[in-house]
């Protein structure tokens, strides 16, 4: 590895880790520069195993041995290192998890290809909240969703506090962006997708109840947090569900929400194959 121990905070190299506190800047900035930062040793090698390639990796000394068997690919990669207070005064935050990484943003991925590929997906419109984004990107993958398709103003799923959350899970799940809805839902509903809204509607269905009969090919569509799913977005669903409350509680967190749907498809996906599989003769 070229590492390289810090005596500097200001050397241009170092620009990639500088600011990280200022989220609107980050938000412009990293997809501008082509470039997303990938925090601990852990979601480093996920990030290198999904095919990312790193810029330059910023960490403390004690990390290096864990560190440096997954750069062997990559030696000309340079690895700063310094000490804990040299790092918290470049970043804006104590490097709890040891190491970050500056990592080459993948291109960007076309919906229609996704679209082609899969039978489970997941859209997302404009979620703000980069939590809620890596929350749900983690439960697709741990769920079996096989995609996640977001709206243009949808959160970044390579923002740091995103893939974080997600343990890396925005880095196995394929995704890509939405054109507009005019464009958007036509797309889906040609590609054989039936459409169907998470939605405080009069003729929502009880999600226990959809599940019993899923179609070939589905996308589960969330809004964004509070207000819900616009009139475009419902406008080009093809069906509502409701997760019934008690208690007064009108809604769960979109995440909550997105993670118990999965859950029931998935369920519902397992007992049809085995069914299936009864009638042909052959055990689950």
């Not at 560190?67 to 030696?75: A, D």
């Not at 990669?77 to 993948?106: I, Y």
Request: aromatic share 6%; net charge negative.
């Amino acid at each position: 590895m070229r590492v390289t121990r810090i005596d500097d905070l200001s050397i241009p190299e170092l620009a990639d880790y500088t600011q990280l506190t200022d989220v609107a800047l980050r938000r412009v900035r990293e997809p501008e520069e082509g470039l997303y930062l990938a925090e601990s040793p852990k979601v480093i090698e996920r990030a290198l195993r999904a095919g990312h390639r790193p810029r330059s990796v910023l960490l403390l000394e004690e990390w290096l041995p864990r560190v440096e068997p997954l750069l062997e690919p990559y030696p000309e990669v340079e690895v700063f290192v310094g000490e804990s207070d040299q790092l918290a005064a470049l970043t804006g935050f104590h490097l709890h998890r040891g190491a970050l990484a500056s990592m080459h943003r993948p291109e960007p991925t076309d919906p229609a290809v996704l679209l082609r590929d899969s039978r489970r997906i997941v859209v997302l419109e404009d979620l703000a909240d980069h939590t809620n984004v890596g929350a749900i990107f983690r439960s697709v993958a741990a769920l079996g969703a096989d995609a996640v398709l977001l709206t243009p103003a949808c959160a970044d799923p390579l923002y740091r506090r995103a893939v974080r959350v997600s343990m890396g899970a925005v880095l196995q799940v394929p995704w890509a962006r939405l054109p507009d809805w005019r464009v958007a839902g036509p797309m889906i509903r040609d590609a054989g997708y039936e459409l169907t809204a998470f939605a405080l509607r009069d003729d929502a269905e009880d999600l226990a109840e959809y599940v019993e009969a899923l179609p070939d090919r589905l996308a589960l569509m969330f809004g964004t947090e509070g207000a819900g799913l616009t009139h475009r977005a419902l406008a080009a669903s093809t069906r509502a569900v409701v997760i019934p409350m008690e208690h007064g509680v009108d809604s769960l967190n979109v995440s909550t929400a997105a993670a118990l749907a999965l859950w029931a498809v998935r369920t519902a996906d397992a007992r049809s194959r085995a069914e299936s599989g009864a009638h042909r003769g052959v055990r689950p």
